[in-house]
């Protein structure tokens, strides 16, 4: 029985080709979005200090603010300068998650906010860590970053300083809880929603053929 030819790719007309949006994922370290993501990075053992040493909840605020800022900066850059970079891809998830962790970590020692806090999130990232294996098989060693894991990131970076903020007496504290409450249990909950879409991605790519 004769062989049969290998399945033709699909043709790809100028026109799709122009529809198709190209990104150059460049392999240098030192471009300014990974020198942002890498000062984040530094930040977050001098937040932990800072939290849990001399109490200083206002220069840890202003350090949140500036991880907040940087944050957008990174990601901006990229683009505005054309320099993504398969290291920035792996730097910016790592210190989001890096921050959320020491943040949760500082808070709850300090009693501002219950452990169940603490432990919920960091479980939510066990449990993807846990599927990379899974995703290996197929040859991939991640999941794109999709709109709603953003979202749940960008609530929490912005419920914790709220809930430091809260950790005193007036009206400005009161406040502050009560809006750093719902921006946390918003986040919280698209935090662990975002992750359950991975999982189920994950499903989906383990069903196709290799």
Do not use: C
Request: hydrophobic share 55%; charged share 15%.
């Amino acid at each position: 029985m004769p062989e049969q030819p290998p399945e033709a790719a699909p043709e790809v007309t100028p026109r799709d080709a122009a529809d198709l949006p190209v990104v150059r994922r460049s392999t240098r370290v030192w471009t300014v979005p990974n020198i942002l993501s890498v000062l984040r990075l530094a930040g977050v053992p001098v937040f932990l200090w800072l939290v849990l040493g001399p109490e200083a909840d206002g220069w840890a605020l202003t350090l949140l603010m500036v991880s907040g800022i940087t944050d957008y900066l990174d990601g901006y850059l990229a683009r505005r300068l054309d320099q993504y970079s398969v290291v920035g891809e792996i730097l910016d998830p790592v210190a989001d998650r890096l921050y959320i962790l020491a943040v949760v970590i500082g808070l709850a020692l300090r009693d501002i906010i219950p452990w169940w806090v603490a432990i919920i999130l960091p479980l939510r990232d066990l449990f993807l860590w846990g599927l990379v294996p899974f995703l290996r098989t197929r040859g991939y060693s991640s999941l794109p970053v999709h709109f709603l894991g953003k979202a749940a990131t960008f609530n929490l970076l912005y419920a914790f300083p709220l809930l430091l903020l809260g950790d005193g007496d007036g009206t400005v504290a009161t406040l502050a809880e009560v809006f750093g409450w719902a921006f946390a249990l918003w986040g919280i909950g698209l935090y662990w929603w975002a992750g359950l879409l991975y999982a189920w991605q994950v499903r989906r790519l383990m069903a196709e053929p290799r």
